[in-house]
């Protein structure tokens, strides 16, 4: 009776803790995307997302009553988001044009730039003027870097819509970022890197034997917020906030916090790579890769031994027949397209208005894909188990799927675990891929610090020792297991 009345009250008092938070105004979210990587625009510091466009869009959002949720993806996944409707917006340093238009909205625009020429010092580039670089490079078949989707790898290949001709016999090197171009530019990867040229300015500080050609400019440009096409109020209040914020000396004090006054701009402090707030990103980007792991690989098993179960299904059952065709058709599929590839449609198709983490999309595509060879796994386990076994349980009277849930698959198991252990391990290091779909896992914890300190050495040789490492460990426990196993079969014997 007690305890009755003593769940009672916490039950009550549970219902009333929620009913009072939800009775709190909840702010309006708007959910908003951008690509991390283009100081002094939108970087990270000390683990936060910060910068000019980050400046701009808080200061809209405060006005406005709005809660942001700023997600960090890559540029390229930026703008698919706002076009497909899965984040209101992007403010990336963002150049209008027409062929964006076709598939996005864009604000008035906030802030006009250039794209610049980047070479290395002392280079044969380093002198010469608009015409004449533009011309040596095309005759040196030069190997341009550039980010991967933005003006630059345009200006490059040639676009039509945005007109650009093009530079001749270039070869276009495209990056993730301007940071990974401008490093293989310093380490004489390639001849020169096309970039915007506030981005550029400040990657010229930080890395080494690199400078920007004088009084090359060779796009004007003009940055605005691109807004998902559906979303025609949205634009209009940006608008009417992007006049007004000219208007009270909002954008200038942005402009003048990131620029200075003068255009020698942007304070670059020495980031050590290792500090406090890195190694805590790592801990949580390990922990991401455990958790999407370990709950990915406990979904594939759930999946393979059902679609194993279906596929070796002996009916003439019509709806039983489906299905078994179904989990052949769901192995097919999955077993034969690469993972990012699942990664994209399942994050920016099947699942396009979901707005939460993008580790759940991650862990249920990694959970589908590890279902698909799971399934093989328990097949080839079922098939090590001698037909004699089949026969001489149908013949004691038992039917098929009794012999198969009580003989067959039992066995089955046994023999699949060593499989199941490759699975897993190899589930720790193919998950390192969603980082494409903005997921924070251990392999994203590294390339952003690497991309915020220039220091690429270090950050990734450590990334590949970490994931050894893991791999190392998980090895030794599941040959334990193992042997733990072949152990008590010996003794059971
Ligand atoms: N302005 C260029 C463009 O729109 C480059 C923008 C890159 N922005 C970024 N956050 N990485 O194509």
Request: charged share 20%.
């Amino acid at each position: 009776m007690k305890i009755k009345k003593l769940l009672l009250i916490v039950l009550l008092s549970i219902t009333f803790i929620f009913g009072m938070t939800s009775c709190k105004k909840q702010k309006q979210k708007l959910v908003v995307t951008t690509n991390a990587e283009f100081n002094p625009f939108e970087y990270v510091e000390n683990g936060k997302i910060t910068g000019f466009d980050i400046d701009l869009i808080r200061a809209y959002a405060n006005k406005n009553d709005l809660e942001l949720d700023i997600q960090d993806v890559d540029f390229d996944g930026a703008l698919i988001a706002v076009s497909t409707g899965k984040s209101d917006l992007a403010i990336a340093g963002i150049t209008v044009s027409e062929k964006r238009k076709e598939t996005m909205s864009f604000s008035n625009s906030y802030y006009s730039a250039d794209q610049v020429v980047i070479v290395k010092d002392g280079s044969k580039y380093e002198n010469l003027n608009q015409d004449e670089i533009l011309t040596q490079l095309s005759l040196d078949n030069a190997k341009i870097g550039c980010q991967r989707g933005t003006t630059g790898e345009y200006f490059i290949e040639g676009d039509e819509d945005w007109e650009f001709d093009g530079i001749k016999g270039a070869e276009v090197k495209s990056y993730d970022n301007g940071a990974l171009a401008v490093t293989a530019l310093s380490n004489g990867q390639i001849d020169a890197v096309i970039i915007d040229s506030a981005p550029a300015r400040v990657l010229c500080k930080s890395i080494k034997n690199v400078k920007i050609v004088k009084d090359v400019l060779l796009t004007s440009e003009e940055y605005a917020i691109a807004v998902n096409k559906e979303n025609t109020s949205l634009v209009e209040s940006l608008n009417k906030f992007i006049f007004e914020a000219k208007e009270d000396g909002t954008l200038d004090a942005i402009v003048n916090k990131y620029f200075g006054t003068e255009t020698e701009d942007v304070v670059i402090d020495d980031k050590s790579t290792f500090n406090k707030d890195n190694i805590l990103s790592i801990f949580k980007g390990l922990g991401n890769t455990l958790i999407i792991t370990f709950t990915a690989f406990l979904l594939g098993i759930l999946l393979g031994v059902l679609v194993s179960l279906a596929t070796n299904m002996q009916t003439k059952n019509k709806a039983l027949l489906a299905l078994k065709y179904l989990a052949k058709g769901y192995v097919m599929i999955f077993r034969g397209t690469p993972i990012i590839v699942q990664l994209l449609i399942i994050y920016y198709i099947v699942f396009k208005s979901f707005t939460g983490n993008a580790i759940w999309i991650g862990v249920l595509s990694f959970g589908l894909n590890s279902g698909a060879y799971v399934s093989e796994i328990v097949r080839g386990g079922i098939e090590s188990v001698s037909a004699g076994q089949m026969e001489a349980g149908r013949s004691l009277g038992l039917n098929y799927h009794t012999v198969m849930k009580k003989i067959i698959f039992p066995q089955a198991i046994k023999n699949a675990l060593p499989s199941l252990g490759n699975e897993f391990i190899s589930l720790i290091k193919e998950t390192s891929v969603i980082g494409f779909i903005g997921a924070f896992d251990l392999t994203l914890a590294f390339r952003k610090i690497a991309n915020a300190t220039y220091d690429y050495t270090s950050t990734y040789l450590l990334m590949g020792l970490l994931y050894f490492l893991l791999v190392l460990l998980f090895t030794c426990i599941l040959k334990l297991i193992e042997r733990r196993l072949n152990h008590d079969r010996i003794k059971g014997r």
